[in-house]
């Protein structure tokens, strides 16, 4: 059974700063891509950022140059470095990862974090 284990969410004043990361809890099978998605009240869930398996990252252009997604290998783990926070960041923060097993690709979520932003 895989999961995802979130942590590092919080409460901070605009202009603050978070890391979240997130832990898969076995590695036996091959991690594809991981990534950061978010949900704000009465919205869509939608992609913050986003590694692949080639460690290409990728962040949506409401967050580029302030927030910063990587991966330890080592630890099966994927972290979000968001910094400058506004109170429009403020969401529950979901992660995201597909995996091989065998040849199917099978997608999973966490159970999300909450991220708040005062102005």
């Known amino acids: 059974q895989v999961q995802l284990a979130e942590s590092g969410g919080g409460s901070v004043q605009a202009g603050g700063s978070l890391t979240l990361a997130c832990a898969a809890s076995s590695s036996w099978y091959r991690i594809n891509d991981m990534a950061w998605h978010r949900q704000a009240p009465g919205k869509q869930r939608e992609l913050v950022a986003r590694?692949?398996?080639?460690?290409?990252?990728e962040v949506v252009d409401s967050v580029k140059g302030r927030f910063t997604i990587s991966r330890d290998w080592s630890k099966n783990t994927v972290y979000l470095q968001m910094n400058t926070l506004k109170p429009e960041d403020s969401g529950l923060y979901y992660c995201?990862?597909?995996?091989?097993?065998?040849?199917?690709?099978?997608?999973?979520w966490g159970q999300g974090t909450q991220v708040t932003v005062s102005s």
């Open positions: 590694v692949t398996r080639a460690d290409q990252t």
């Open positions: 995201y990862m597909d995996a091989y097993f065998g040849s199917t690709l099978r997608t999973f």
